[in-house]
Nanobody, 129 residues
């Protein structure tokens, strides 16, 4: 399994970026995918997760109404649309994928993805004026 993130870069506060995570290899069972970030202080934070089964989502409170996670099952790709970016969003963003049993994404399932899932290499997002 390989996860490749793209779409990172630099933006001013208030700007937008769209991250992509493309999965390849044996992806049939990878039905839970999430975005996590590692901040400049090396803190790992869960950002958003999506179920590839029913498209249900979970978002961290700090990205509600600013970020949107979506999926394209045909392309095996998950997107993270990030709007109204803030300096606190500066981080390396990672895509993580794993097999989940129940079809609906929850906070607990999202939190558990990094422990056993496959990780991408990360993409840097920098927000500054």
């Amino acid at each position: 399994v390989q996860l490749v993130e793209s779409g990172g870069g630099s933006q001013q506060p208030g700007g937008s970026l769209r991250l992509s995570c493309k999965a390849s290899g044996f992806t049939a069972d990878l039905n839970g995918i999430g975005w996590f970030r590692r901040t400049e202080r090396k803190v790992r934070e869960g950002v958003a997760c999506i179920s590839m089964k029913d498209a249900s989502t979970y978002y961290a409170d700090f990205v509600q109404d600013r970020f949107t996670i979506s999926r394209d099952n045909v392309e095996n790709t998950v997107y993270l649309q990030m709007n109204n970016l803030k300096s606190d969003d500066t981080a390396v963003y990672f895509c993580v994928a794993d097999s989940i049993v129940q079809p609906t994404m929850t906070a607990t399932i999202c939190d558990d993805l990094p422990d056993y899932g496959f990780w991408g290499q990360g993409t840097q997002v920098t927000v500054s004026s």
